[in-house]
């Protein structure tokens, strides 16, 4: 079955950084684009970054631009997200998603949180 396990989250100041991981397993994970999703408390849950299979092609929020980047390795079933320059309204739950044969699949989350 299809398992997205996200890692990597933590507290950190503004201005700081955080990678986060998300382990793909139960399909071929370099057929898939991939994606990271972000929800806030009291918020929509809202995409933050997509990747397309081969690792050619991103697309970011506009909020994120030239402070995030994703990337992925095909080869260990990986997907990241480099976070940089955070700030306090990045603070939320973290998760990476894949749809396959028109369903999503989540991952459990992973929170980020960005205080001094």
């Known amino acids: 079955q299809v398992q997205l396990v996200e890692s990597g989250g933590g507290l950190v100041q503004p201005g700081g950084s955080l990678r986060l991981s998300c382990v793909a397993s139960?399909?071929?994970?370099?057929?898939?684009?991939m994606s990271w999703y972000r929800q806030a408390p009291g918020k929509e849950r809202e995409l933050v970054a997509l990747i397309s299979s081969g690792g050619r092609s991103t697309n970011y929020a506009d909020s994120t631009k030239g402070r995030f980047t994703i990337s992925r390795d095909n080869a260990k079933n990986t997907v990241y997200l480099q976070m940089n320059n955070l700030k306090p309204e990045d603070t939320a739950v973290y998760y990476c998603k894949v749809i396959r044969y028109s369903y999503d699949y989540w991952g459990q989350g992973t929170q980020v949180t960005v205080s001094s």
């Open positions: 139960g399909f071929t994970f370099s057929n898939y684009a």
